[in-house]
C-alpha cells in the first residue's frame, strides 16, 4: 500500500510521540462516552513496516465496517496506533503510555516475539490487567508457560516447524539448514524445527543466525552454503529473508527455500527479485485469502474494497481482520459498559466462534484459538500458490 494510501487511513497526532487515530472521530483529547478504545502498538517503520501497515489496515477496515454499522451497543471504536519501529524498548515504552490511559479497554496486533515478550517479563500487561488480542507472532515464550492477558488467532511457530519439516520429510528431504533471527522470535523458530526433526530423528546439517533489524546475512549464507542442504527453513522477516534468498541463489544455493508465516511475499519478490524467490515456500496460519471460498472470505474483499480500495488482499490484512472480528465480538459480549475484566471474561467465553467458516476457540485455560497451518509457494508471477 503506498505512502499516499496510508495517509488518507491514519490521521496523525504528535502530542505524546507518533499516535495514529484510526477509524472513527478525531484526534482532539475529550473523548465521548460513547467510544470504545483500543490501543495498537506496530511496527510501521523499520524492517517489517510493510508488514506493520498491512496489520493495522486489515484490523482498521473491521472496525470501519461495524462503526458503519452502529458500533457495539451503540459506542464507535476508537484505535491508537503508535509506531515502535519494532524495538523492542519503544514497545514496552507505547504500552506503558497506552494502558496509562484509562478507557484503553484492550491492546490489539502487536508484532515481535520479543516485543511481546518483554511486556509478560515486566508484567505490563499483567499490571494494567489488560488483554491484547491477536498479536503477529507464533512466539512459544508467548504461550508456555501459559498466561492470561494473551489471545492468539494464529498457530505458534512450533506448529509451523512441524508441517514444514513433515512435508520436507513426506517429500524425501531430509538434510535440512535454518536461517533464523537472533532473538526470541528466532530462537523460537529454531527449537521448533530442532522439536520436529528430533521427533523424526534427525537433526540440522547447519544453522546460521543474522542480527536483529539488519540485513547482514552473509555470513550465513556462506555457513549455509557449505552444508549443501536440500531445504533451508528461514525464520526471518521481509528484508533479511529477501537479503538471503537473493545471495543464497545467486551464489549457487540450489536447497528448496521455505520461511514461517510472518513474511510478505509481495515485499519478497520486491526486494529479493521474482528469479530468487521463485518457488519459495511459506506456512500460513489462516486460509487462504485469494479466493472468496469462506463467508468470512468474501466478507473481507467487500469489506477492504469499500474502506481500502487501493489496497490488496494478502495474509497479513487476512489475520489482522480476524483478529479484530474476535475483539469486537468480545466487546459486544462484555456489555454496554465494558471494562478490561469484563473484556478478557467476554474472550474466554469464545468457545468454537465461528468468524465465517473460520473457527476460534479460548477459554479459562486456552488461549490459542487456532492450529491450522498449510504451506503456500510463491509462483514465477509472484503469486501465492496453495
Not at 156 to 162: C, I, K, L, M, V
Not at 167 to 175: E, P, Y
Not at 177 to 193: M, R
Not at 213 to 228: F, G, H, P, Y
Request: with cysteine.
Amino acid at each position: 500500500m503506498g505512502s499516499r494510501m496510508l495517509s488518507r487511513l491514519i490521521k496523525r497526532s504528535f502530542c505524546s510521540g507518533w499516535v495514529a487515530c484510526v477509524v472513527v472521530g478525531s484526534c482532539a483529547p475529550a473523548l465521548a462516552q460513547d467510544t470504545l478504545t483500543i490501543g495498537q502498538v506496530a511496527p510501521l517503520s523499520g524492517v517489517l513496516a510493510s508488514s506493520g501497515k498491512q496489520m493495522v489496515l486489515g484490523g482498521k477496515v473491521y472496525f470501519d465496517t461495524v462503526n458503519d454499522r452502529g458500533g457495539v451497543h451503540g459506542a464507535k471504536i476508537r484505535t491508537l496506533v503508535l509506531d515502535d519501529g519494532y524495538k523492542v524498548d519503544e514497545t514496552v515504552r507505547l504500552t506503558q503510555e497506552l494502558v496509562a490511559k484509562p478507557e484503553v479497554l484492550a491492546l490489539f496486533g502487536f508484532a515481535g516475539s520479543a516485543n511481546v515478550g518483554k511486556l509478560l517479563e515486566d508484567k505490563i500487561l499483567a499490571n494494567a490487567g489488560i488483554a491484547l488480542v491477536a498479536p503477529y507472532t507464533g512466539g512459544e515464550l508467548l504461550r508456555k508457560p501459559f498466561n492470561p492477558w494473551i489471545f492468539h488467532v494464529r498457530a505458534g511457530y512450533a506448529d509451523e516447524a512441524e508441517h514444514m519439516v513433515k512435508q520436507l520429510n513426506t517429500q524425501g528431504i531430509a538434510r535440512i539448514a535454518l536461517l533464523y533471527q537472533n532473538d526470541a522470535f528466532g530462537k523460537s523458530g529454531l527449537a521448533g524445527v530442532e522439536s520436529a526433526l528430533q521427533r523424526r530423528g534427525q537433526k540440522l546439517v547447519a544453522q546460521a543466525s543474522y542480527e536483529r533489524n539488519t540485513t547482514d546475512v552473509d555470513a550465513a549464507v556462506k555457513q549455509i552454503r557449505a552444508a549443501q542442504p536440500q531445504a533451508v527453513i528461514m525464520v526471518a522477516v521481509n528484508k533479511p529473508a529477501a537479503a538471503f534468498a537473493k545471495q543464497y541463489r545467486e551464489t549457487g544455493g540450489g536447497g528448496q527455500l521455505f520461511n514461517i508465516s510472518v513474511v510478505d511475499p509481495a515485499e519478497l519478490v520486491k526486494l529479493g527479485g521474482i528469479e530468487n524467490v521463485r518457488g519459495l515456500g511459506i506456512s500460513q496460519v489462516v486460509p487462504y485469502p485469494y479466493q472468496r471460498s469462506l463467508p468470512v472470505v468474501r466478507e473481507f474483499h467487500e469489506a477492504l474494497k469499500k474502506y481500502a480500495p487501493d489496497a490488496e488482499v494478502n495474509y497479513t490484512n487476512f489475520e489482522e481482520y480476524l483478529g479484530a472480528k474476535v475483539l469486537v465480538e468480545a466487546l459486544r459480549r462484555a456489555g454496554p459498559k465494558p471494562t478490561r475484566a469484563k473484556v478478557i471474561s467476554a474472550l474466554e467465553s469464545l468457545s468454537n466462534y465461528d468468524l465465517g467458516g473460520v473457527r476460534m476457540s479460548f477459554g479459562p485455560k486456552e488461549r490459542v484459538g487456532s492450529r491450522f497451518v498449510e504451506v503456500t509457494v510463491i509462483n514465477s508471477q509472484g503469486k501465492l500458490l496453495k
